[in-house]
């Protein structure tokens, strides 16, 4: 491998925070002598891909292969990319500081869809041909995976493979499988073919793209080119998860990143069943690391890294069986020591208020709650399973305890939405804050802060709302200025994020393979790194769909009956397409589905799809409003309660982890 | 509650290679995780936020390494001091390395506050036959130009031995001056931009009676600083 360094030193001395363009941190691993190079690939800045998950899971199970290395590689800031095409200084690994073209293969993690750009940004900076089919026998392969891959299509040319769902045991079984094939001589070609037909892998270069008519008849937008390749490719999932322990090693960064702490994942999955959301269907079933092995995971992961703090990381995770127990067991054995807990959830009752004031200590900053919809109409047609006494509880629960300060999130622009809905809002926050009122002091009344942040709903696929069109940019800032003008209270701030970053969101999450042409229109024109506000170019992605002629506004904003077959059909993540449209109906009949971890199953498909059932480590009981008649009398449940500093760095959820910083 | 009895420790460490490219936080995030990897019994500040009891010396500037840099720890029970050494040294990396353990006393000054004169080595990318040291440097901080007078600083002559630059800066109460900014002020004078005639700067001229002594550095290349160290810190 070439060491680049001698050639980076130079560039380093003008560069900001050349933190994150050394190597040399605690906890890397270099195998010099592996045989085989696999480098994983974050497509943004170090600060925020060193903090991803994916990244330090992944790199671990291929450096656990005899004869694999796995090196890490981000792309430098916007200015650094410059300078390096300047200098002509292919991007580079960061343990060798070796070109990223010169490794056996490359994995790009999709976290969210404002990344494509930044992919194109990467590949070209690394000297890797754009195309998979412009790639030759001495190209690596490119291995694309993570969230987006869920709908692929907007990225298809530019990746060879696409490795759906969990990593854990398909990558290294797609490496491996690269490797043996090599040493046995096999062409691309036949590569490429052979992993085609391994389980949760697709290789889109083996498919014709259908147009509208073709796929709507056919059931499907994909027409293999050849015999005996899958049309329908299933996810895979880490069987192993509950089991494995929730301490694995990981590199503790020089320089400040994102999430700057141990992450133990105490759980995987969420069946809450919030109809706009994706990571609710997409990690499903549910499965939760018993008590014993993230206390000892905690401990163990301190120790070893000499972090002052550790987040049980999961997509709820007060929603876990054993949750109060592990804060109790945390707590004691960290008295005094100087160390924080932080625990990311999603639940909004009184019970995730008492989980927050475990973890909190003296320092009480602020709680946020996800509410999501301002009627009880509305909540109920996005399954989102909170009651305005849920929220109540809530905040009497947290400014009772001490806190004074309460972000409430919504979404703008849900299906069937009205005016209504957007006034209720406003009306929902001002008697939330009048609830707040009322449990503080008179003379700490003045402290209260309530803001509400909203963000334009995106479609994404995989959903019951994957067939709901967007509403228009304009349509969304009259929303807004609506919501603004309802909102009396001046101590009630209201914030919402660019809807114009949110309208590429949708094009992207619901594009087919015609947006893939337009993503690379646009980085051609100057876009890359789309979830910084401050590199944001609306005027490349506009001047893109004119030179490539997509209309993006009809692939965001169409909205089609549940028979439309759309552009992921082929894609599964083990919940049916049966389940998705069911939901929607319900949804439009304002009827909702309980969580499956709590109550009945809900038919979604995915355990029997899968052959895996959800794994609780324990019998999980519900409270408030979704108790079952035996705990009528608990207080609260459901929703969303976050440790605040936990919120800036909540997975896939692009602009939000670019810009806050608090 | 009555203040407890601590144990004043004065670790040692050396900031070098590509790790002189951290800045001061980044140094102190991680020899406070070396600590607590090492499992030493650290001390924890009372109150609101509570954090470990360090302190560390004067600041390096980003691209500037030290051999003898200094941070205070309190501990809050005696650990022989090569015990110490080698957890510490167990869980650092190689260009951030801990070298001394020493306790010192209880009322000792602060290592931040103790050694305000500090001698650095510069390496060039060439070796000049003079190197004029300007009056005054300009820096900009924050939107804002201040202007420091060099002699307020400098310590002795520059020492300029081949392409290796020595010499010592003292650290006053009312601010520093930053050897890395200093540095780069003389090589301003030396080094001409591009798109400038190709003839000795004026400041050069006035402070100098020996111009034509200088040479220009191989290939027309900008004269550099390869690296930069602080070799010493010591009290006046």
């Known amino acids: 491998m070439t060491d680049l360094w001698p050639r980076l030193e130079p560039l380093l001395a003008s560069a900001e925070r050349p933190a994150r363009y050394l190597n040399h941190e605690f906890g890397c691993v270099y195998k010099p002598e592996a045989g085989f190079r696999f480098c994983m690939m974050y497509p943004d800045t170090y600060e925020l891909g060193q903090a991803n998950q994916a990244l330090r899971i992944l790199v671990n199970v291929v450096n656990a292969v005899d004869g694999m290395v796995a090196e890490r590689a981000f792309l430098p800031a916007a200015e650094f990319c410059d300078t390096m095409r300047a200098e002509g200084l292919p991007l580079f690994s960061i343990e060798s500081c070796a070109p990223v073209a010169e490794f056996d293969a490359i994995g790009i993690t999709l976290s969210h869809e404002l990344v494509a750009t930044n992919v194109l940004e990467a590949l070209d900076l690394a000297g890797i041909p754009l195309h998979a089919q412009d790639r030759g026998e001495d190209d690596l392969f490119v291995i694309g995976g993570g969230p987006c891959s869920f709908n692929p299509e907007p990225y298809a040319p530019f990746f060879d493979i696409f490795n759906i769902g969990e990593g854990e045991e398909a990558l290294p079984e797609c490496l491996q499988a690269i490797r043996r094939l090599r040493a046995e001589g096999a062409c691309r070609a036949d590569i490429l073919r052979a992993i085609a037909r391994m389980d949760g892998f697709y290789v889109p270069s083996l498919y014709r793209w259908r147009d509208e008519e073709q796929a709507q008849q056919a059931g499907s937008w994909i027409e293999p080119v050849e015999e005996g390749l899958p049309t329908h490719i299933q996810k895979r999932v880490f069987e192993g998860f509950a089991e494995s322990p929730g301490w694995e090693p990981c590199i503790v960064p020089f320089t400040e990143v994102v999430q700057d702490r141990l992450n133990v994942e105490v759980l995987r999955g969420c069946a809450r069943g919030c109809r706009f959301c994706q990571a609710g269907m997409m990690y499903r079933p549910v499965r939760e690391r018993s008590a014993d092995n993230i206390v000892n995971s905690v401990v163990c992961g301190l120790a070893q890294t000499g972090y002052d703090e550790v987040s049980l990381t999961s997509l709820s995770s007060t929603d876990h069986s054993q949750i109060a127990d592990v804060l109790t067991r945390l707590n004691e054995q960290f008295q005094g020591k100087g160390v924080r807990i932080s625990v990311p959830s999603q639940r909004l009752d009184s019970f995730g208020v008492d989980m927050a004031g475990l973890v909190a200590g003296q320092k009480k900053g602020g709680l946020t709650f996800a509410p999501e919809a301002g009627t009880q109409r509305l909540r109920d047609v996005i399954n989102k399973q909170v009651t305005e006494d849920d929220l109540f509880g809530a905040v009497d629960a947290a400014f009772g305890a001490g806190w004074r300060r309460c972000k409430l999130y919504f979404m703008i622009g849900l299906p069937t939405e009205t005016d209504d809905d957007i006034k209720g809002i406003a009306s929902l926050v001002q008697r939330a804050y009048d609830r707040a009122k009322k449990a503080v002091p008179v003379e700490q009344r003045g402290n209260i802060r309530m803001s509400v942040s909203c963000a334009l709903f995106v479609p994404k696929a995989q959903t019951p709302f994957q067939w709901d069109g967007q509403i228009a940019p304009e349509e969304a800032l009259r929303r807004v200025s609506l919501l603004r003008r309802s909102v009396k209270y001046r101590a009630i701030d209201v914030h919402w994020h660019d809807p114009s970053t949110s309208f590429v969101e949708a094009v992207m999450s619901r594009g087919g393979r015609a947006a893939a042409a337009w993503v690379e229109s646009a980085w051609r024109h100057g876009a890359r790194f789309d979830a910084w506000t401050e590199h944001f170019n609306e005027q490349a992605w506009r001047d893109a769909a004119e030179e490539v002629g997509l209309d993006p506004a009809a692939v965001a904003q169409t909205s089609y009956d549940t028979g439309y077959v759309m552009p992921w059909e082929h894609i599964s993540t083990g919940v049916s397409t049966r389940f998705l449209a069911h939901e929607r109906k319900k949804a439009a009949a304002e009827k909702t589905t309980p969580d499956c971890t709590f109550e009945r199953c809900a038919a979604c498909g995915a355990c029997p799809g899968l052959g895996i059932d959800n794994q609780l480590a324990q019998p999980r009981i519900a409270g408030g409003s979704n108790a079952r008649p035996q705990q009528a009398g608990e207080e609260g449940a459901a929703a969303a309660v976050v440790a605040e500093q936990a919120v800036n760095g909540q997975p896939a959820t692009g602009p939000q982890t670019a810009e806050e910083g608090e | ?236």
């Open chain 2, 1 to 236: 509650m009555a203040e407890q009895q601590t144990f004043r420790m004065r670790i040692t460490f050396a900031k070098q290679g590509r790790l002189a490219l951290l800045s001061h936080l980044e140094v102190a995030r991680a020899i406070e995780r070396a600590v607590r990897r090492a499992q030493l019994p650290f001390a924890v500040s009372q109150g609101f936020s509570p954090h470990m009891k360090i302190a560390f010396g004067a600041a390096l500037p980003v691209g500037v390494g030290g051999t003898h840099e200094m941070v205070d720890l309190q501990l809050l029970r005696y650990v022989r001091p090569e015990e110490a050494l080698l957890a510490l040294q167990k869980e650092s990396v190689p260009d951030l390395m801990v070298k001394e353990c020493v306790y010192i006393e209880p009322k000792a000054p602060a290592a931040s506050a103790a050694f305000p004169l500090s001698t650095y080595r510069a390496l060039l990318s060439a070796a000049p036959a003079q190197l004029p040291v300007p009056e005054q440097v300009h820096i900009i901080r924050k939107k804002k130009e201040k202007v420091l007078d060099v002699a307020d600083f400098l310590v002795g002559e520059m020492l300029l031995e081949g392409a290796s630059l020595t010499f010592t800066l003292e650290q006053k109460p009312t601010g520093s001056l930053r050897p890395d900014k200093l540095l780069a002020a003389c090589l301003d004078q030396v080094n001409v931009p591009d798109d400038q005639e190709q003839e000795v700067p004026l400041a050069f001229l006035v402070d100098n009676a020996w111009t034509q002594s200088i040479e220009p550095p191989a290939d027309d290349q900008p004269l550099r600083v390869l690296s930069m160290t602080r070799i010493d810190q010591r009290a006046k």
